[in-house]
């Protein structure tokens, strides 16, 4: 999987697909803006039934709007735009997040931009890029599995205050760590600026081909960040009550689960960005890198 090339552009866009961030009704005004400037353009734009009743528009259902559509737009913060990464996974399609949050590291669009950039894409002045995901398999004891994936995160966390989380590491069958502690995090590079940085993992390059395991609150000094290369699959198995939160958005018992296997997926996320568009800059913003 090459993650440092770019995707080529899109060859024909007829049709759109939109989201917005769910309860946040004040966002029609900028939905307005985005159909009026494709219905100008003459594009098809069609918007994901949840999100039409929000708007008080016509919508579709969401799987119908993806294979429709040649590329995806969520309006919202971070949070929004994992969500559609996630779901909209198996459809490949290009996805641009349009900015209406606080503290945004994927979407570098603000809504008072959306029309412009809308042009520009037009023009094919725009970037695609790749961002690569986790893929978890979980292992139940019934026998059965389930796949899901994760754009940012995947956190291994006690499921009440007390205890510990006692957590086993396997590469090939051999245990790597036992990790004692508040919990784990996996990460990908993209997911490196969310809840990685806040227990003090390393901030990674979003296009860097990497798997991340950052312990939360642990139990041993000694333990520390690790970050491993892409073909490597990693088995956990614990005792412990934990909860395995996928992207902050969905969550799993471990006391349900044989194990946990986690791997980069074949293919990444293809998010749509402005060409000049420069991860530094954006760091040196959120995090006030550089100030004196």
Known sequence: MDILTSFKKMKKIRAVGLVIR??????????????????????????????????????????????????????????????????????????????????????????EESSSFLDKIFAGEYRIDNRMVLTVKFNYKDGKSRKVVAFNDAVFSRHSVDGMCNIKALVNGHIINNYKGDGLILSTPTGSTAYNLSVG???????????????????????????????????????????????????????????VEVKIGKRGVKMIHRVEKNYFQTIKEKLNWGQL
């Open 22 to 111: 769910p309860n946040s009704p004040e966002l029609k005004v900028h939905y307005l803006k985005i159909k009026k400037k494709l219905k100008k353009l003459g594009i098809k734009l069609y918007v994901s039934k949840y999100s039409s009743t929000l708007l008080g528009c016509e919508g579709i259902e969401f799987e119908k709007m993806c294979k429709k559509s040649d590329f995806l737009i969520a309006i919202g913060g971070d949070g929004t735009l994992i969500s559609l990464c996630r779901r909209s996974y198996k459809f490949k399609k290009p996805i641009l997040g349009i900015y209406a949050g606080n503290l945004g590291f994927l979407t570098d669009i603000k809504c």
């Open 201 to 259: 993992g390393p901030v990674v390059y979003p296009l860097t081909q990497a798997l991340i395991l950052t312990p939360i609150s642990p139990h041993s000094l000694t333990q520390r960040p690790l970050i491993m290369p892409v073909n490597f699959s990693v088995k956990f198995k614990s005792d412990s009550d934990l909860s395995i939160i996928i992207d902050g958005q969905e969550v799993y018992r471990m006391r349900d689960l044989e194990s």
